[in-house]
């Protein structure tokens, strides 16, 4: 679909990603994308401050200052082993600030009896929120990978594709980062 861009996406793993998640999010980001992929193992996990012990869950806001506070780059997507929110819902699979350039996937809730299914919930998870940070919004499409979930069958509705209205407003957003 796209090819040989000069950009990168760089995804780092909280504390590190499995050689089949490796494999499958940079096979989707090239074919879907066109874009490289870097992987860092962060090796550890999330500063325990990002942590809201009364919830069990991480902050996801914070998790984004903290990425943004790593500077490393403007396509980074941090996949992290753990459960987060955002202010106003219960969870989220995802959250992306595309003015930072910084996007986190959150593994637990999707990772299911793991294998397969929990590899394409994560390869579309993946794809939706660099899809923010390329600049796409939410769809109406509900096959399309940018449509919202609020739970997981939303996730296995939806398809690893962006739609072709999406893919058009992605052109123009991956225009940027050539
Ligand atoms: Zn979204
Ligand atoms: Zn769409």
């Keep these: 679909m796209f090819s040989n861009r000069t950009g990168k ?4 793993c909280f504390p590190y990603c499995l050689s089949e998640e490796k494999e499958a999010i940079e096979k989707y980001i090239a074919s879907r994308l066109g874009f490289g992929v870097g992987f860092i193992d962060h090796g550890s996990y999330l500063p325990s401050e990002l942590y809201d012990s ?6 996801s806001e914070d998790v984004l200052d903290y990425l ?4 490393l780059g403007s396509l980074t997507i941090a996949i992290i082993k753990e459960d987060a929110y955002v202010y106003g819902y219960n969870y989220v699979f995802g959250h992306a600030d595309p003015k930072r350039g910084v996007c986190a996937v959150y593994t637990k809730r999707i990772s299911g009896q ?3 299914e929990y590899i394409l919930r994560l390869v579309k998870e993946t794809l939706h929120e660099l899809g923010h940070l390329l600049g796409l919004d939410h769809c109406n499409n509900r096959e399309c990978v940018m449509s919202f979930s609020r739970n997981l069958a939303e996730v296995d509705r939806k398809k690893p594709i962006y739609c072709s209205s999406c893919l058009a407003k992605l052109n123009k957003g991956i225009a940027g980062f050539r």
């Design 54 to 59: 009364w919830r069990g869950q991480y902050r």
């Design 114 to 116: 793991g294998g397969d």
């Design 68 to 71: 943004s506070s790593l500077r």
């Design 9 to 12: 996406v760089l995804v780092i």
